[in-house]
């Protein structure tokens, strides 16, 4: 059975980092495309970042461009997302996804797979 599990959330003030772990199994992961999402209270569910299966290319919202990375290592099936310089405005529960056709997509109805969420909180 397929499984996405986050981990790395917290509470972290702002100017801080985070970095977020994705440990998928049950599916071959390392063929998947990966991303990104988060979702605030009373907000839709927003793309911030994927990756590409064939040439690892990432992909960004506008919005955490320059400030977090995304990266796979899929000798251990895990998906991470490095998050500097933390805004207040970056809090919200954030998704690990995959997509089996292995391309970028940037909305959420582009992946089949989601984990559970782990929230983030950037206090001011």
């Known amino acids: 059975q397929a499984q996405l599990l986050e981990s790395g959330g917290g509470l972290v003030q702002a100017g801080g980092s985070l970095r977020l772990s994705c440990a998928a199994s049950?599916?071959?992961?390392?063929?998947?495309?990966m991303g990104w999402f988060r979702q605030a209270p009373g907000k839709e569910r927003e793309f911030v970042a994927a990756?590409?299966?064939?040439?690892?290319?990432?992909y960004y919202a506008d919005s955490v461009k320059g400030r977090f990375t995304i990266s796979r290592d899929n000798a251990k099936n895990t998906v991470y997302l490095q998050m500097n310089s933390l805004k207040p405005e970056d809090t919200a529960v954030y998704y690990c996804?995959?997509?089996?056709?292995?391309?970028?997509?940037?909305?959420?109805?582009?992946?089949?797979?989601w984990g559970q969420g782990t929230q983030v909180t950037v206090s001011s």
């Open positions: 996804a995959a997509n089996p056709d292995g391309r970028y997509v940037g909305w959420p109805r582009g992946y089949d797979y």
């Open positions: 049950g599916r071959p992961f390392s063929s998947y495309a």
């Open positions: 990756i590409t299966w064939s040439n690892g290319n990432a």
